[in-house]
C-alpha cells in the first residue's frame, strides 16, 4: 500500500492502523478524525511527511516511531489544542528525519525529562520551524539541542519563551518573533553561537530571565525592531549589548514620533537622502539624536 485518502466518515485512526506499511508514501488524514492511536504509523519507514488537520485533538504514544523519512510535519492552524504523546523513554518525533515543522496550534505534551521533555527535544535534523498566531508559549527545552535548526518564526500569538527553549542550538541563523512576546526564559538561546539576524516585533523588549541571550554573539548578530523603539532596546537588559540595532518601517509615524520631525536623512555613505530608501537608513533628527532604519 502505497497511498491512503481517508473520506469525511473516519473519526479515528485506531491504534496499529498502518503499523508497518513500510511501502506508504502518501497519507491524507480525514479532515473529520479526532484521534490519531497508538503505534498508528509505526515503522511506516516511506513516508515522507504527514499533515495533521484541524479536526484532530490527540496523537497517541508511538505514532511515528520507525518513520525513518519523515521529514515534514504539518499541525494546521485551529484554536483547540492538540495532545501529542510520546516514545515512553523518547521524543514523539525520535525516530524521524524532521527537516521542517509548521505549528498552526497550542499543543500539549508531557515535559519531564523521561520522554525527553518535548516531541522535538534532540532532533538533529531539523533545520526550520514555523508557529503561528495560535501558539502562546515556546516550552522550556522546546527545541533544546536541535543542533542543525537554522531558521524560526514565530507568531504574535506567543507571550513567552521558556528556559532553554533553543539552547544548543548551534546553528540558529535566523529567529524572528512576534509582537507579543513579553519573556524569555534563562538559557533561552544558551549555545546559539551562530545567529546573525534577530527580529523583534514587540514593542516592549521582552524581560529575560540569566543569561537568556549572552551566548550570541551581539557583534555579528544584527538586531532588528520596530520602527521607533530603539531607544528601548538600547536601554534594556541584554538588548542594550547589540552593537547593530536597526529599525524597520512597519508604521510611518509613531505616536512618539508626532510633532518632533527629522532635520535630515542619509544613506549608509553619509550622502543626504530626500526619502526613505531600501536598505539602511540614518535620521537625524531635530533633537541632534539619529536612529537607524532599515527598508525591506
Not at 16 to 38: E, H, P, W
Not at 210 to 218: E, G, S, V
Amino acid at each position: 500500500m502505497e497511498s491512503v485518502k481517508m473520506g469525511t466518515g473516519a473519526t479515528a485512526i485506531r491504534d496499529y492502523a498502518f503499523n508497518g506499511c513500510t511501502s506508504l508514501t502518501d497519507m491524507q488524514i480525514g479532515r473529520n478524525v479526532k484521534t490519531i492511536g497508538q503505534y498508528a504509523f509505526h515503522n511506516c519507514s516511506s513516508l515522507p511527511a504527514i499533515y495533521i488537520p484541524q479536526g484532530v485533538i490527540n496523537i497517541g504514544d508511538y505514532t511515528f516511531r520507525g518513520c525513518k523519512s519523515l521529514n515534514t510535519v504539518i499541525m494546521a492552524d485551529q484554536e483547540t489544542e492538540l495532545k501529542l504523546g510520546s516514545n515512553y523513554n523518547s521524543p514523539l518525533f525520535a525516530d524521524c528525519p524532521l527537516d521542517s515543522v509548521y505549528i498552526g496550534r497550542n499543543i500539549s505534551y508531557s515535559t519531564n525529562s523521561n520522554p525527553g521533555y518535548s516531541p522535538f527535544y534532540l532532533n538533529t535534523t531539523l533545520r526550520s520551524v514555523t508557529i503561528t498566531d495560535k501558539e502562546t508559549e515556546i516550552s522550556p527545552n522546546e527545541f533544546y539541542g536541535c543542533t542543525n535548526l537554522k531558521n524560526v518564526r514565530i507568531g504574535d500569538g506567543v507571550t513567552a519563551i521558556g528556559d532553554w527553549a533553543f539552547s544548543g542550538c548551534s546553528s540558529l541563523g535566523y529567529f524572528a518573533f512576534g509582537s507579543n512576546v513579553e519573556t524569555i526564559g534563562k538559557e533561552a538561546f544558551s549555545d546559539c553561537t551562530a545567529l546573525t539576524r534577530l527580529i523583534s516585533s514587540a514593542k516592549t523588549p521582552p524581560t529575560c530571565g540569566t543569561q537568556a541571550l549572552d551566548d550570541i554573539n551581539k557583534w555579528n548578530c544584527t538586531l532588528t525592531v520596530p520602527f521607533g523603539y530603539s531607544s528601548a532596546y538600547q536601554q534594556a537588559d541584554q538588548w542594550k549589548d547589540f552593537f547593530f540595532i536597526e529599525e524597520t518601517t512597519g508604521i510611518a509615524h509613531t505616536e512618539s514620533d508626532k510633532g518632533e520631525g527629522y532635520k535630515q536623512l542619509f544613506d549608509l555613505n553619509g550622502r543626504q537622502q530626500p526619502a526613505l530608501r531600501l536598505g539602511l537608513n540614518i535620521l537625524k533628527k531635530n533633537d541632534g539624536t539619529t536612529r537607524k532604519v532599515i527598508v525591506r
